[in-house]
């Protein structure tokens, strides 16, 4: 017997539950691309997304995902042979650097590990010890959907302004935006890159570039910035298929729509604070569970963690046991570890992620916890009692 049949929860670190309203609005015949209501419904979109990223500049929009939104980034404002100061607190900051390295930027990486951080002396240290000014930017994860960890990007500014140095900040926000507090202009972030499939609640296919002066200076003083990713005329088109390149995204654009209008109507301060409050229900689970058996969140420090996914450990096999368990047995899919141990390692079935990032309430996470305790029970894996009560408790406001 299993018990999965029902609605069905994906609590992996994106793509992320599709709420309703963003599917019905998707589902519609195709609509007029030379007139009518998508031009105007695209200008409001613009308008919405700003307010999201809570910032006064530009946005292109790119039919992508979050690679995407990575490669339009970094070509828009570095040529090959620019230097990048490169940090990396998971899987997603290397990924980024990847990219980096083989659209031939010139990459020096500090990695921080998986368990902490962007420690902010450090990056003001090498861009101190950087004299001839040669890092033109900065890359830094906001929330590295791998490892969990949430860095402080207005500590990276102040690195930036305390060294004096005219790097670009540039902040991968996929995980975190609509999630986490994320202040684009108040932060001095310089380009923030996000996709639609995460905080956004829209199926994966666009990306995202926010920029503002400071990068727009940078970009017109670049030679050559291949004609599809180039976001001059994305973010200032002069006719309505500029703003894509060719061809609107359609259904996209109205199921995004529809999720900018449940972010806005909730306000971006309770979609934070929903956010959070979740965050510390799973925490208090898990280190309920914790308190017997070795289940454990990967990031010590609150502090550190992101609000909308938490990477934790298991001895292996039992990461992959308790997935396939509350997957098979209870319609629950939870994420698995990514970046903390190679794929045909066998350490790399002790690790499992809970994505609880976008259209997510209490009784979706209450549910999702459940299912764990029950399959922390299934498969023998031994664990503190009362997780799911501790987690209820906090809801409950005790
Ligand atoms: C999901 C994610 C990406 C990659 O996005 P794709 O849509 O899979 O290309 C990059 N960075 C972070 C932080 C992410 O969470």
Redesign the pocket.
């Known amino acids: 017997m299993s018990l999965a049949n029902g609605r069905t929860y994906l609590a992996i670190?994106?793509p992320t539950a599709v709420p309703d309203a963003v599917l019905r609005a998707m589902h519609r015949a195709a609509p007029n691309i030379y007139e009518g209501e998508l031009i105007g419904m695209t200008e409001s979109v613009v308008t919405d997304l700003r307010r999201v990223a809570r910032t006064e500049h530009d946005v292109a929009i790119y039919i992508a995902?979050?690679?995407g939104a990575w490669e339009a980034a970094l070509s828009n404002v570095l040529a090959p042979g620019a230097r990048v100061l490169s940090l990396a607190t998971g899987r997603?900051g290397h990924g980024w650097a990847e990219m980096a390295g083989t659209l031939g930027l010139d990459v020096e990486m500090i990695d921080f590990g998986v368990r902490a951080p962007v420690d902010a002396d450090r990056v003001e240290a090498a861009l101190r010890a950087d004299k001839d000014r040669r890092i033109r930017a900065v890359l830094a994860?906001h929330?590295?959907?791998s490892s969990g960890i949430r860095s402080d990007l207005p500590a990276l500014r102040a690195a930036l302004d305390a060294a004096g140095h005219p790097a670009l900040l540039m902040a991968?926000c996929?995980?975190s935006l609509g999630c986490d507090r994320f202040e684009m202009d108040a932060w001095g972030v310089d380009i923030g890159v996000t996709?639609s499939?995460?905080g956004l609640m829209t199926p994966?296919g666009l990306g995202f570039v926010f920029f503002n002066d400071r990068a727009a200076a940078a970009r017109a003083a670049m030679e050559r910035v291949g004609p599809y990713w180039d976001w001059t005329r994305r973010a200032r088109p002069d006719v309505f298929y500029q703003y894509f390149a060719g061809t609107a995204p359609t259904h996209h654009i109205y199921g995004l729509r529809a999720a900018l209008d449940l972010i806005l109507d909730e306000g971006l301060e309770a979609v934070w604070a929903r956010h959070e409050t979740l965050a510390r229900a799973i925490w208090v689970a898990a280190q309920t569970w914790g308190e017997a058996g070795a289940l454990r969140l990967n990031v010590a420090q609150p502090a550190h963690r992101s609000h909308a996914v938490t990477a934790l450990s298991l001895p292996a096999p039992k990461g992959t046991e308790l997935r396939d368990w509350v997957q098979e047995n209870a319609g629950v899919t939870l994420g698995i570890g990514l970046g903390m141990a190679e794929p045909d390692d066998p350490a790399w079935h002790g690790f499992f992620r809970i994505g609880h990032m976008g259209h997510v309430n209490a009784h979706m996470v209450l549910g999702a916890l459940g299912a764990i305790e029950a399959g922390l029970a299934a498969r023998d894996i031994p664990h503190g009692a009362g997780g799911v009560s501790a987690a209820a408790a906090l809801l409950g406001g005790r």
């Open positions: 670190p994106g995902n979050g690679h997603f994860t929330v590295d959907t991968d996929i995980a996709a499939q995460k994966p």
